[in-house]
């Protein structure tokens, strides 16, 4: 098993099947993951019961609230989107359910059909890109918290809701929002990552939204153009594994008139700690 940084955001693992992964090649990939916040895999042989099978391994699996479910496989999610639909999901920077009191550990994403170009999915490492601002800016923000939501993504009038997807979205009844510090104590790696998100941070606890645009919009573009990220050009056979509390992503959307099926697992996480506390 070779590990392979990227330049920005994450790492290459090689000459590993996840399908057949050994205990201490686990445990390898538990500290891989917590050094580069993505991990990927290519020319995979992972079914979805080997998938289901490696993400029992590494973890609680979450049922995710608004996605379809894949078939028989209740506890893989598709992220689909067919050639006559216009909207992708997962189009803008986010951070998976940072919604949630409890977000996820990170998710599992196995490429299943893809379109003939296009389609690719970007990173951006939170915990780089917290170190590259100024003292006291991080100063600043080890004292605040950001309040986190998916009212205005999924809720009744939310803009998913307004879109060509609307039809194999559920979950209406499950938006919520939740509290979170902006900077965080990685549970693993002990380091100070900043977690905010253009997808579902709303304001700044205590602030005003006018107060809080504005220093949420300098964040989230300092962390766009502070050489923290990096983008996976999806092959078949190609597997993401991120940590969705050290990283964004995105998906782009240029691929019209052509279908792109992904499974998705979800790993459960638990409470986050304030950098300070």
């Not at 993504?153 to 997807?165: A, F, M, P, S």
Request: with cysteine.
């Amino acid at each position: 098993m070779q590990v392979e940084p990227w330049k920005g955001c994450g790492a290459e693992v090689r000459a590993l099947q996840l399908s057949g992964c050994s205990d201490p090649e686990l445990e390898s990939l538990r500290e891989a993951l917590a050094s580069h916040g993505l991990l990927v895999f290519r020319e995979q042989e992972l079914s979805p019961d080997d998938h289901l099978g490696f993400a029992r391994r590494f973890g609680k699996i979450v049922v995710n609230k608004f996605f379809p479910e894949s078939g028989a496989h209740g506890e893989i999610a598709e992220v689909r989107k067919e050639k006559e639909q216009q909207t992708n999901i997962g189009g803008g920077w986010h951070a998976d359910h940072s919604y949630d009191e409890e977000p996820a550990l990170g998710s599992i994403l196995v490429a299943r059909e893809l379109p003939p170009a296009g389609g690719d999915t970007k990173f951006a490492d939170l915990a780089a890109a917290y170190e590259t601002l100024s003292p006291g800016l991080r100063k600043t923000l080890e004292s605040l918290d950001a309040v986190h939501s998916n009212r205005h993504l999924y809720g009744e009038k939310g803009i998913y809701r307004q879109t060509d997807l609307a039809d194999q979205l559920g979950g209406e009844d499950r938006v919520g929002d939740a509290t979170h510090p902006i900077v965080i104590r990685h549970p693993e790696s002990g380091r100070k990552v900043l977690y905010v998100n253009p997808g579902h941070t709303t304001r700044i606890d205590g602030w005003s939204v006018p107060e809080s645009r504005a220093l949420l919009d300098f964040l989230f573009e300092h962390v766009k153009t502070s050489g923290c990220t990096s983008r996976l050009r999806w092959e078949p056979g190609s597997v993401a594994f991120w940590d969705n509390r050290r990283t964004w992503h995105m998906a782009d959307n240029d691929y019209q008139g052509h279908r792109r099926l992904m499974h998705r697992i979800t790993l459960a996480g638990g409470p986050l700690r304030g950098a300070i506390s």
